[in-house]
């Protein structure tokens, strides 16, 4: 269990609207606040004009204007990618990935400028993750703790200071619905003043935390889900996804039917593709059969290599394309290749290591042409 920690951050909404109402300022000064932290990154309370007076000692005993604190940032040789290494309060560190959609080519990719870029960031949940997905360097490093919603958003306020985020992912470290409150919190924050991100534009992706999938449709409306399904049968999703066990691939098929019902909603299938696993044709015809009923895009993802950690090798690029013509052509489901970036800078899925001393790696999408960008 992750240790309980105040967390300081402002924009933990529920911490401050609670410390206001106590002294009775108007909640409206919150959207202002942020707005000029996030303009001002360097600011103190007291520079923020026309507060209250009673905001003044209160904002100095019990926040800072940002809990968190950008580390470092590295960008990729290509410009498309940028990593941001942010240190929490408890010192462990998360990466956070932007990625430039550039408007006028209408893909991802060239160089940053004013205006013509759209990012997405790709935001990470935990410090870890208890899933264990044999094939992915969080898994490996176990369940560290979970971020407040504050130091979720914060993620968002570091990369707005290089660039401007339009579509946020959760596909960073940790499994979103394992730490199911502060994901809704930090949600609710994106959504309204002064990010006022659409939900649209939002999109969480989960390993299958069936209880969670349908309180989240309630909860947050109108949020891209994307499902990390990976294979098309519970032995072979039990054996890359140890989690499988406890969320059967029957089950979860029956949630996600549930969830298209009330959402009206297409759902974004995360499909890896591991060479002699889950690569073969009989295993595109299976997962053909099994998503016959829904309304999905399936995006393929090449297996990104962890170094020793994973037993696994990429599938070949005649497997990937051969598995979309059956996808496409036989069973008419819109099946889309995840291009690898940031592979340079380990920032590509289930590459990013940060090597440091009490925590270690994360990773990150890097294509979500597919999610956003229509
Ligand atoms: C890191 S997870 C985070 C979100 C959530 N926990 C999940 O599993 O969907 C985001 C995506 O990265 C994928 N991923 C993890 N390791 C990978 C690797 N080594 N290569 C390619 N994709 C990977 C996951 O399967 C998932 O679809
Ligand atoms: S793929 Fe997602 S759920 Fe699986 S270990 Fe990695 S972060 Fe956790």
Request: hydrophobic share 60%; proline share 0%; net charge neutral.
């Given at each position: 269990m992750a240790a309980k920690r105040s967390s300081g951050s402002i924009f933990d909404a529920p911490d401050l609207r609670r410390e206001f109402e106590k002294v009775d300022?108007?909640?409206?000064?919150i959207p202002f606040i942020w707005k000029y932290v996030i303009k001002n990154p360097n600011c103190k309370w007291d520079d923020i004009p026309n507060l209250p007076s009673a905001a003044y000692p209160l904002l100095h005993s019990k926040f800072r204007t940002l809990s968190s604190s950008l580390h470092s940032v590295v960008e990729s040789n290509d410009g498309v990618t940028t990593k941001l290494l942010i240190r929490l309060q408890n010192g462990a560190f998360v990466e956070a990935v932007i990625m430039r959609y550039d408007t006028r080519l209408g893909k991802y990719g060239g160089k940053p400028r004013p205006g013509g870029l759209r990012s997405t960031l790709c935001v990470s949940s935990q410090v870890g993750c208890k899933m264990g997905c044999k094939f992915c360097a969080t898994g490996s490093m176990g369940f560290k703790n979970n971020l407040s919603s504050g130091e979720i958003v914060e993620q968002l306020v570091h990369a707005s200071y290089l660039s401007q985020i339009r579509n946020v992912v959760f596909m960073g470290m940790g499994e979103p619905l394992n730490n199911y409150a502060a994901l809704v919190e930090a949600i609710h924050v994106m959504l309204g003043p002064p990010f006022q991100l659409s939900p649209k534009k939002i999109t969480v992706s989960t390993v299958g935390v069936i209880h969670a999938i349908n309180k989240l449709q309630k909860d947050v409306p109108g949020l891209n889900l994307a499902v990390s399904l990976h294979a098309p049968v519970q032995d072979i999703r039990c054996h890359i996804m140890p989690a499988a066990r406890a969320f059967p691939l029957e089950k979860l098929m029956d949630a996600l039917q549930v969830y298209q019902k009330n959402s009206q909603q297409k759902i974004f299938i995360e499909y890896i593709m591991l060479d002699g696993v889950n690569d073969e044709e009989q295993h595109a015809h299976q997962l053909g059969k099994l998503l016959e009923n829904f309304e999905v895009v399936v995006n393929l993802i090449p297996f990104n290599p962890i170094g020793n950690l994973s037993e696994f090798r990429s599938s070949s690029e005649e497997k990937v394309s051969r598995f979309q013509i059956i996808l496409r052509g036989v069973h008419n489901i819109r099946t889309t290749v995840r291009k690898q970036m940031g592979q340079d800078i380990s920032g590509a899925c289930g590459q990013l290591v940060v090597n440091l001393p009490d925590n270690s790696s994360i990773n990150g999408l890097t294509d979500i042409e597919d999610l956003h960008l229509r």
């Open positions: 300022i108007s909640l409206n000064f």
